[in-house]
């Protein structure tokens, strides 16, 4: 049963940013493409950011492209996820995510992946 344990939430003022971090445990992390998914009160959970298992490839939701940047450390089994120029409308939960199967290709529906963190609160004042 893999665990997904993700850190770096918290309280920031627009345009400030975050970092927020996801260990795995109990399975071979480098073999999985991973994500970042988002879910504001009231709304579904969306696609944020995700990482290929192969060569690394990232894919970003238009919304946060250009201030977000997902990577990856299989040394550490952990994926990160570098927020900039955070806005309000980024206030949500964060949760990150590994894909159903391994060495599959990159989803960025939530259907497609298998195992999810608890998430993480990110809250951006105005």
């Known amino acids: 049963q893999v665990q997904l344990v993700e850190s770096g939430g918290g309280l920031v003022q627009a345009g400030g940013s975050l970092r927020l971090s996801c260990t795995t445990s109990?399975?071979?992390?480098?073999?999985?493409?991973m994500g970042w998914f988002r879910q504001a009160p009231g709304k579904e959970r969306e696609f944020v950011a995700a990482?290929?298992?192969?060569?690394?490839?990232?894919y970003y939701a238009d919304s946060v492209k250009g201030r977000f940047t997902i990577s990856r450390d299989n040394a550490k089994n952990t994926v990160y996820l570098k927020m900039n120029s955070l806005k309000p409308e980024d206030t949500a939960v964060y949760y990150c995510?590994?894909?159903?199967?391994?060495?599959?290709?990159?989803?960025?529906?939530?259907?497609?992946?298998?195992?999810w963190g608890q998430g993480t609160q990110v809250t951006v004042s105005s």
């Open positions: 990482v290929s298992w192969s060569d690394g490839t990232t």
């Open positions: 995510a590994a894909d159903r199967f391994p060495w599959g290709p990159v989803t960025t529906k939530v259907e497609g992946f298998g195992s």
């Open positions: 109990g399975r071979t992390f480098s073999s999985y493409a």
